[in-house]
């Protein structure tokens, strides 16, 4: 392509609201086959809502909320502010918390009220020695129906299950059809647990999924999707997805999303919405074709 040309298709992109931080990402996007996409705060707005708390025997809804909202005011992931948020809504009074521990891509923990609470992924529990087995079939329901199961522990317990559901932005379902139309497959990359990320994958006609994947995984995810040469685009927010948009043949980054995210990429997606992704394919392609 030539440097005019490329100008030319970069300023249109920007009138679309896609900013190219690299010329040559204009070239790259024409040859990519495979589009994957973060899932929290790329597909979904990123502001999950509590739905569910079952609380196991012996446990009482409310106060094993405001144990776990207590321990989640020092967490900054979505998760937290929506249990933190729900106890507000429910007038429980949250007590002090000492040691907490959070542990990325797990889940959190600490002392409150002289109890132990944590609060997490099923590996977590696991991690922590509790017995889970019991909860999963609860968990397996929740996920089926696309809201993001957790568990709480109270003093080496299981008290109850939990679960939150992120709704879906309302530019997705037409951002993936037009990436179908122009012949890529969609994939998706997300730390959720496999049933919820299978129920919102099917929604979405979403190709294929990599769940369940951890903070420092999202680089091993993407390459899985490179198999037989496959070009591929990576997009995502979040502070955790900067390696896989540096790994990308071309890293889009949301521009409501977090600086480290931004830095990473190659273009950014000036609004949280994706029809700028096939807007911008459409674009590169209109563009390297016209001058060859
Ligand atoms: P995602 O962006 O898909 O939520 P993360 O790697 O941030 O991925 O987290 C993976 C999983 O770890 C979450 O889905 C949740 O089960 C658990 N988790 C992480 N942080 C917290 C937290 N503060 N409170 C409860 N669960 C958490
Ligand atoms: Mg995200």
Same mark, same amino acid.
């Given at each position: 392509?030539?440097? %005019?040309?490329?100008?030319?298709?970069?300023?249109? /992109? +920007?009138?679309?609201?896609?900013?190219?931080?690299?010329?040559?990402?204009?070239?790259?996007?024409?040859?990519?086959?495979?589009?994957?996409?973060?899932?929290?705060?790329?597909?979904?707005?990123?502001?999950? #809502?509590?739905?569910?708390?079952?609380?196991?025997? &012996?446990? @009482?809804?409310?106060?094993?909320?405001?144990?776990?909202?207590?321990?989640?005011?020092?967490?900054?992931?979505?998760?937290?502010?929506?249990?933190?948020?729900?106890?507000?809504?429910?007038?429980?009074?949250?007590? %002090?918390? #000492?040691?907490? #521990?959070?542990?990325?891509?797990?889940?959190?923990?600490?002392?409150?009220? &002289?109890?132990?609470?944590?609060?997490?992924?099923?590996?977590?529990? %696991?991690?922590?020695?509790?017995?889970? +087995? +019991?909860?999963?079939?609860?968990?397996?329901?929740? &996920?089926?129906?696309?809201?993001?199961?957790?568990?709480?522990?109270?003093?080496?317990?299981?008290?109850?299950?939990?679960?939150?559901?992120?709704?879906?932005?309302?530019?997705?379902?037409?951002?993936? @059809?037009?990436?179908?139309?122009? &012949?890529?497959?969609?994939?998706?990359?997300?730390?959720?647990? *496999?049933?919820?990320? /299978?129920?919102?994958?099917?929604?979405?006609?979403?190709?294929?999924?990599?769940? #369940?994947?951890?903070?420092?995984?999202?680089?091993?995810?993407?390459?899985?999707?490179?198999?037989?040469?496959?070009?591929?685009?990576?997009?995502?927010?979040?502070?955790?997805?900067?390696? /896989?948009? *540096?790994? *990308?043949?071309?890293?889009?980054?949301?521009?409501?999303?977090?600086?480290?995210?931004?830095?990473?990429?190659?273009?950014?997606?000036?609004?949280?919405?994706?029809?700028?992704?096939?807007?911008?394919?459409?674009?590169?392609?209109? %563009?390297?074709?016209?001058?060859?």
């Amino acid at each position: 392509a030539t440097p %005019t040309s490329i100008m030319v298709g970069t300023g249109r /992109a +920007a009138e679309l609201g896609v900013l190219f931080r690299k010329g040559e990402a204009l070239q790259a996007l024409r040859d990519v086959s495979v589009i994957a996409l973060d899932k929290t705060g790329t597909l979904t707005k990123g502001r999950p #809502e509590l739905t569910d708390l079952e609380p196991a025997d &012996g446990f @009482q809804a409310d106060e094993v909320l405001a144990l776990v909202a207590a321990v989640e005011t020092r967490s900054e992931h979505p998760i937290a502010e929506a249990i933190v948020a729900a106890a507000r809504a429910r007038g429980l009074a949250l007590a %002090t918390i #000492e040691r907490f #521990e959070a542990v990325p891509g797990f889940g959190v923990s600490a002392r409150v009220a &002289g109890r132990t609470v944590a609060v997490g992924a099923d590996r977590y529990m %696991t991690r922590l020695g509790l017995e889970v +087995a +019991a909860f999963r079939p609860t968990a397996q329901r929740l &996920g089926e129906q696309g809201r993001s199961p957790l568990y709480a522990a109270i003093d080496g317990r299981l008290a109850a299950v939990i679960a939150v559901a992120d709704p879906i932005k309302e530019s997705t379902p037409a951002a993936i @059809q037009a990436l179908h139309a122009l &012949g890529l497959k969609v994939a998706m990359i997300t730390g959720d647990n *496999a049933a919820t990320a /299978a129920a919102i994958a099917r929604q979405l006609g979403i190709d294929e999924v990599a769940a #369940e994947v951890l903070p420092d995984g999202k680089v091993a995810a993407l390459k899985r999707f490179r198999a037989g040469g496959a070009k591929v685009a990576f997009v995502g927010d979040g502070i955790n997805d900067a390696p /896989a948009l *540096a790994e *990308a043949d071309v890293g889009l980054a949301i521009g409501t999303g977090t600086d480290v995210a931004i830095e990473a990429a190659d273009v950014v997606l000036m609004s949280g919405d994706l029809r700028g992704v096939p807007n911008a394919i459409a674009l590169s392609q209109a %563009t390297i074709r016209n001058i060859k």
